[in-house]
């Protein structure tokens, strides 16, 4: 239900709320809030009802700024469309430093995946450079262990040992293998 109100009514309680009337202040905002809010929706949908809060703030504060009291609803239209552009403005600066802050976190994991991968490549390359350098049967029994279900079997065959015989082999050729590998990760 609306309540009328006359000129006086506004003359009234705008000077009441100069003088800090709280109630004359309320009546005000009574009467504006709604044409406010909808204001506000029409720039800022998801924040109007803080920038409603927010352009009555502000009239509160400069209230002594207003002469007439018939200017007061431009007034206040005028600075809930200048909070609705600040309000938005400041979100599209957001947006934009969130995007960005997310593009960085991108690329900072793809140079760390990129140097991991590198790292990756260069032990390879090492490890591949010192299985080479190890004699066949050294390189081979490794081979074996590693890419044979069942090594002592496989090595029996290929290379006449029994089980001890392979177990004794494959670790002369780690301890060779791990030799090789410290040298090469030493060189520059």
Not at 123 to 129: K, S
Not at 136 to 159: F, G, T
């Amino acid at each position: 239900m609306a309540i009328a109100f006359t000129d006086g009514d506004e003359a009234e309680d705008l000077a009441a709320a100069r003088a800090g009337d709280h109630a004359a202040f309320g009546r005000l905002y009574d009467r504006h809030a709604a044409v406010v809010l909808s204001l506000c929706r029409r720039f800022s949908p998801s924040e109007a009802d803080d920038a409603t809060q927010e352009t009555f703030l502000r009239a509160h504060r400069l209230l002594d700024k207003v002469n007439d009291p018939g200017k007061l609803r431009p007034w206040l239209y005028a600075i809930a469309r200048r909070v609705c552009s600040e309000r938005v403005r400041a979100a599209q600066r957001r947006r934009k430093h969130e995007e960005a802050h997310a593009m960085s976190r991108n690329e900072t994991a793809a140079v760390a995946a990129a140097a991991e991968t590198a790292e990756h490549d260069e032990q390879l390359d090492r490890l591949n450079g010192a299985l080479e350098k190890l004699d066949d049967r050294e390189r081979l029994a490794i081979h074996l262990y590693y890419l044979e279900a069942d090594p002592v079997s496989a090595a029996a065959a290929a290379l006449g040992l029994s089980r001890s015989g392979y177990y004794k082999l494959l670790s002369r050729a780690r301890g060779h293998l791990t030799k090789l590998m410290n040298a090469q990760a030493s060189q520059p």
